[in-house]
């Protein structure tokens, strides 16, 4: 399912915290405790808001992980960009 990124400042607000409640439980326990469920009850947001940005648990699963990997490339651009820059002489 291809999904429009949140363009409203409450929906963007939504999808971070369910995003963020997603990685809390699986990290709390594991993939087995990430449920549709536990993703609305703990994100404070609606089976509706759930299905409208993620379609259903593997949608989910798959924006957790793009975000995961954005995080990676973001901190292996900045870990570049300062072994790239020149020291700074006084």
């Avoid at 808001?49 to 651009?77: H, I, K, N």
Wanted: net charge negative.
């Amino acid at each position: 399912m291809v999904v429009r990124p949140p363009q409203q400042a409450r929906s963007i607000e939504s999808t971070t915290r369910m995003l963020d409640a997603a990685e809390a439980l699986i990290a709390e326990g594991g993939p087995d405790a990430l449920t549709v469920e536990a993703v609305i009850t703990r994100a404070g947001t609606s089976t509706g808001a759930f299905y409208a940005r993620f379609g259903d648990r593997l949608g989910l699963l798959a924006a957790v992980q793009e975000r995961f990997l954005g995080r990676l490339r973001d901190a292996a651009a900045t870990s570049r960009d300062s072994a790239l820059s020149p020291a700074l002489e006084l």
